[in-house]
C-alpha cells in the first residue's frame, strides 16, 4: 500500500524558513514524479512545485526564487525548502506522486499545516 507522509509544517513568522519533508512508502520513488500543493483557507488546491523523475523542476510563480524543491532517492523523501516565506503561503501543504506516463497524480499525502504570522 502506498502512503505519502509529511511532515515539517509549523507556526512560523513572516520572513522565516521552514523544510518540508514527504516520506514515500509503497513505492519505487526515482520512477515517479513528484510534487508538493497547498490549499489556503477558502480557496481551491493549487500547484505549489513539481520535480520530475528526470530532476527536472517547475514552481508556480508566486514562490520561484523563495521555494526550493528536492528529492532523495536513496533516502526516500522529497523536500520542499520555503524561505522568505508570507502570510500569503499560509496553508495545508500536500505532497502528491505521480507516474511521468499518466497526467493525474495517483497518491496523495494527508497534508502538512504551514501558518505564516505577520
Known amino acids: 500500500q502506498v502512503q505519502l507522509v509529511e511532515s515539517g509544517g509549523r507556526l512560523v513568522q513572516a520572513g522565516g524558513s521552514l523544510r518540508l519533508s514527504c516520506a514515500p512508502s509503497g513505492l519505487t520513488l526515482r520512477s515517479y514524479s513528484m510534487a508538493w500543493f497547498r490549499r489556503a483557507p477558502g480557496k481551491e488546491r493549487e500547484f505549489v512545485a513539481l520535480i520530475s523523475w528526470l530532476l527536472n523542476t517547475n514552481y508556480t510563480d508566486s514562490v520561484k526564487g523563495r521555494f526550493t524543491i528536492s528529492r532523495d532517492n536513496a533516502k526516500t523523501a522529497v523536500y520542499l525548502q520555503m524561505n522568505s516565506l508570507k502570510p500569503e503561503d499560509t496553508a495545508v501543504y500536500y505532497c502528491?506522486?505521480?507516474?511521468?506516463?499518466?497526467?493525474?497524480?495517483?497518491?496523495w499525502g494527508q497534508g502538512t499545516q504551514v501558518t505564516v504570522s505577520s
Open positions: 502528491a506522486a505521480k507516474d511521468p506516463y499518466q497526467n493525474e497524480y495517483s497518491y
